[in-house]
Structure formats: structure tokens, C-alpha cells
T-cell receptor
Framework: NAGVTQTPKFRVLKTGQSMTLLCAQD?????MYWYRQDPGMGLRLIHY???????AKGEVPDGYNVSRLKKQNFLLGLESAAPSQTSVYFC???????????????FGPGTRLTVL | GENVEQHPSTLSVQEGDSAVIKCTYS??????FPWYKQELGKGPQLIID?????GEKKDQRIAVTLNKTAKHFSLHITETQPEDSAVYFC??????????FGKGTMLLVSP
């Protein structure tokens, strides 16, 4: 099993450009998450999904959109990139939310995004 | 919402020493407290977790303690080794909710 994979690994954008980050998992997990990691800020939840066709906002959703058309994929979109969105983005998945067995989150390797 | 504070932000120890990382949380309804380890260039990985009905949990050289009254929990690593060097994140959540992470602790174990 590949676990959680993310595409691309690195990307440089100019302000105002758009892009989509792809996350895929092969563990048949219901729940998927997008986090951003900034120095000294830890991991902050952007959006998450509790199942195919559903999405919900996390702590820092502004400037991002997501879609979960297939259970195994979770896409993160930046419609008009800004320098403040320079960050490392991590996707994660879990079988359940906290409080139930199988709630461990499995993380992908990350995407390093720079917006100039 | 939940707020998780983590200290220290960096921790340097000699190989064989113990390391302790502490976290406090604000939401008294939180009942699940995992710890994740992030090695350089990789995504975080769960290393141990504890639920609010337990005060302490051990797994070989690592242990986690929870004080619900004071709303704090700690990660203890004994007999540290160079491969323990990483960033460690604590997190907290209510039941059936998403995790709120602390800001992380960079642990450096010197040979």
C-alpha cells in the first residue's frame, strides 16, 4: 500500500496564479484533511471531509477550496495565490474521527509551495 | 474552540538523557490526546495517544501522562537516542471532532 500520496512535491507560483494540490489514499479511509504547516505555527487545519462528496471548513479556510469527488482523493485549490499562502501543505486521512478506534491520522509527505 | 499550548519550542539533550515535552489545553470537553513525531522532510506520524479515562500510558521508552484537573498532558522519552531527534506535536480533541495541534517542539539528541 502506498498510504497517503501528494502531488506535486514542490511548486512555485506567482501571485494571482491558481493551482490544485492532489491527495490520494489507498486505505479506504472515510476522513481526509488538509493542513498547512508554517514555522512556529504548528499544523493548522484548512478543510476536511467526512466522506465522499462532503467538505467542511477548518481553522484557516480562507483563500482555499476543496473537493472530494472520489473517496480516495481530496483536492485543495488555490484560486488566486497570495504570498501569505507560502507554506508546506500536508494531507492526512483516517478511518474515524477522534473518539473511536481507527482515528489515527496518516499523513502524506507534504507539498512545499512558494508564492512569489 | 480548543487552544493547545506546547513547551518548550526547542529541547536539546544528550544521548541517554530523558526528555519531557508539556502541553496544556483549554477545552475541558477534550478527551483524546495524541502525540505525533515528524522527522525531517516527512509527514507527522502518531507515536502514542491517551484518552481521558486513563492517567498514564507507556510504550517502551515513551510515555504520556494526563492531568485532567489541570488540563495538561506530557510526553516523556527515556534513554534518548539520536534517532529520537525530530519535531514532536501534541494535539487535543473532543469526541468525534477534529484535532487541534500544538506548535511543536524540536528535539535534538546529541551523541
Amino acid at each position: 500500500n502506498a498510504g497517503v500520496t501528494q502531488t506535486p512535491k514542490f511548486r512555485v507560483l506567482k501571485t494571482g496564479q491558481s493551482m490544485t494540490l492532489l491527495c490520494a489514499q489507498d486505505m479506504n479511509h472515510e476522513y481526509m484533511y488538509w493542513y498547512r504547516q508554517d514555522p512556529g505555527m504548528g499544523l493548522r487545519l484548512i478543510h476536511y471531509s467526512v466522506g465522499e462528496g462532503t467538505t467542511a471548513k477548518g481553522e484557516v479556510p480562507d483563500g482555499y477550496n476543496v473537493s472530494r469527488l472520489k473517496k480516495q482523493n481530496f483536492l485543495l485549490g488555490l484560486e488566486s495565490a497570495a504570498p501569505s499562502q507560502t507554506s508546506v501543505y500536508f494531507c492526512a486521512s483516517s478511518y474515524h474521527l477522534s473518539g473511536r478506534a481507527g482515528n489515527e491520522q496518516f499523513f502524506g509527505p507534504g507539498t512545499r509551495l512558494t508564492v512569489l | 474552540g480548543e487552544n493547545v499550548e506546547q513547551h518548550p519550542s526547542t529541547l536539546s539533550v544528550q544521548e541517554g538523557d530523558s526528555a519531557v515535552i508539556k502541553c496544556t489545553y483549554s477545552d475541558s470537553a477534550s478527551n483524546y490526546f495524541p502525540w505525533y513525531k515528524q522527522e525531517l522532510g516527512k509527514g507527522p506520524q502518531l507515536i502514542i495517544d491517551i484518552r481521558s479515562n486513563v492517567g498514564e500510558k507507556k510504550d517502551q521508552r515513551i510515555a504520556v501522562t494526563l492531568n485532567k484537573t489541570a488540563k495538561h498532558f506530557s510526553l516523556h522519552i527515556t534513554e534518548t537516542q539520536p534517532e529520537d531527534s525530530a519535531v514532536y506535536f501534541c494535539a487535543a480533541s473532543r469526541r468525534y471532532s477534529t484535532l487541534t495541534f500544538g506548535k511543536g517542539t524540536m528535539l535534538l539528541v546529541s551523541p
